[in-house]
């Protein structure tokens, strides 16, 4: 049976790895905590933090974790949530286009619509997770 190919962290988890990274070396330097007795006193699994520092995961870390990480570690949550390129709650959002607005009423009525099966609805609600959580492929 043939390994699988280990996927390329992308750049929300290289620069979030990065953050984690430095936070856990500064309280390593400030503390003398371990990767194990930093990941007890935030609350945060072993595990998790390893992901985090490899940049494997593929759905966002949930972002409760992520700010108690933060305020165990006196560190910046705004600047985590940058690295996960989630949006300061002060940013302008950029325009929708026109088109982009239609689809989106079309895919909310879709899945409000009573007579529209539950089975089509989880089907188009893992079609948009996919598609949000998916790699951007860059043109050659």
């Known amino acids: 049976m043939a390994a699988q190919a280990r ?5 929300q ?33 072993r595990s998790t933090i390893f992901r985090w520092l490899n940049g494997e995961w593929t759905d966002y870390p949930q972002l409760e974790k992520v700010r108690r ?22 940013a302008t959002p950029p325009p929708v286009p026109a088109a982009v607005q239609a689809d989106i009423r079309v895919i ?17 609600r893992m079609l948009l997770r996919y598609l949000a959580h998916r790699r951007i492929q860059q043109p050659d």
């Open 7 to 11: 996927r390329q962290p992308g750049p």
């Open 13 to 45: 988890q290289v620069a979030f790895a990065r953050f984690v990274r430095h936070a856990i070396d500064t309280s390593r330097r400030q503390r003398g905590w371990t990767l194990t007795q930093t990941a007890a006193h935030a609350g945060v699994g």
């Open 69 to 90: 990480f933060c305020r165990t570690l006196h560190a910046p949550v705004g600047e985590a949530m940058r690295a996960l390129g989630v949006p300061s709650p002060d």
């Open 108 to 124: 909310l009525a879709r899945l409000s619509d009573p007579a529209v099966a539950a089975e089509e609805k989880h089907h188009i």
